[in-house]
């Protein structure tokens, strides 16, 4: 699978309100300062764009704001809490740093922020929140049924801020498959504070195709490893087994697979020395059949030609 990027649309600090109300993309802001505005000085620094169906941002403020509008429409928001946020008052609630936001379409942002304050934002369509449900084993709860607010675990939140704390200098990082996993794990936190327990806690179909995959590794027996038809027997998409090895390797299984088939290649290679072995059979036995691109991924990886270990070795 291609890795598309984060593509930003909005990269900019800003030091008059007004600006900074007017230029945020798709939320209805209405910010007043809570105290005297610096002069020429930077009050804010705003980063949005997009990956895919995912909506990013990253915004901080550097001081106190009475914040009123309306978040995306036809949108789920989530709004996880940055290293430094103090503390929001939101809605008639006082939440921190293990406090995950929830905007749903039509609610009103109303909230009131201590000074320097640091949030990290995704938003994904309804429909697609829909999606996560199913594939979680869920049917669709009743939204105004789900807590506005809900405490996620440590490490949650560290992936969560790593991920979306690249947009600025490393945002070819934040890609489509790691932002769906993040999304997936948020909404797990969500709904098993309701009561509700997703099958995905359980071993799922896309592990149990994973660890087919890393047992082959494991046996050698890799030559005709298919991953779409593994996918296929197993009834999975590719995109969720992606997601998988994305979130356990941070690789794609197509990537893990071929530097298996590599590394099992070097060992036969050094193995060679008292055995009539060629290049073409150890090619054979571990699935490659194009010469020049198998000598030239196993350079890549390994600083030789296959050649080079063959005659080291024999």
């Given at each position: 699978m291609k890795r598309q990027g984060f593509q930003?649309?909005?990269?900019?600090?800003?030091?008059?309100?007004d600006q900074l109300c007017h230029d945020i993309r798709n939320w209805d802001l209405q910010f007043q300062p809570l105290g005297p505005v610096p002069v020429r000085q930077t009050i804010a620094k705003i980063i949005?764009?997009?990956?895919?169906?995912?909506?990013?941002t990253y915004a901080r403020f550097h001081m106190n704001f009475?914040?009123?509008?309306?978040?995306?429409?036809?949108?789920?928001?989530?709004?996880?809490?940055?290293?430094?946020?103090?503390?929001?008052?939101?809605?008639?609630?006082?939440?921190?740093e293990h406090d995950v936001l929830v905007y749903l379409p039509g609610t009103e942002l109303k909230s009131i922020s201590a000074e320097d304050?640091?949030?990290?934002?995704?938003?994904v369509d309804v429909a697609v929140i829909a999606d996560y449900f199913n594939r979680c084993g869920l049917t669709v709860p009743?939204?105004?049924?789900?807590?506005?607010?809900?405490?996620?675990?440590?490490?949650?939140?560290?992936?969560?801020?790593?991920?979306?704390?690249?947009?600025?200098?490393?945002?070819?990082?934040?890609?489509p498959c790691t932002l769906d996993a993040l999304v997936?794990?948020?909404?797990?936190?969500w709904v098993v504070q309701t009561g509700l327990q997703p099958r995905s806690l359980a071993p799922n179909?896309?592990?149990?195709?994973?660890?087919?995959?890393?047992?082959?590794?494991?046996?050698?027996d890799i030559a005709d490893l298919r991953i779409s038809e593994l996918c296929r027997r197993g009834g999975i998409s590719r995109r969720a087994l992606e997601i998988a090895f994305q979130d356990k390797f941070g690789t794609g299984p197509a990537a893990f697979?071929?530097?298996?088939?590599?590394?099992?290649?070097r060992r036969q290679l050094q193995l060679a020395a008292d055995a009539d072995v060629t290049i073409a059979d150890v090619m054979d036995d571990v699935g490659f059949s194009h010469v020049g691109q198998f000598a030239q991924d196993y350079r890549r990886m390994f600083g030789e030609r296959p050649s080079d270990t063959l005659r080291r070795y024999s």
């Open positions: 930003a649309s909005l990269v900019a600090e800003f030091s008059d309100v949005q764009g997009h990956a895919a169906q995912f909506d990013c009475d914040q009123r509008g309306a978040p995306p429409q036809g949108k789920v928001t989530f709004t996880i809490p940055g290293k430094r946020l103090q503390e929001l008052w939101w809605r008639g609630h006082s939440t921190g304050f640091e949030v990290h934002l995704i938003a009743d939204p105004a049924k789900l807590p506005s607010v809900f405490r996620a675990p440590d490490n949650i939140l560290r992936k969560a801020r790593s991920i979306l704390g690249k947009l600025d200098e490393q945002p070819a990082l934040v890609d997936e794990k948020l909404i797990i936190c179909a896309s592990r149990i195709v994973m660890e087919e995959i890393v047992a082959a590794v494991a046996s050698d697979v071929k530097s298996a088939r590599l590394a099992h290649a």
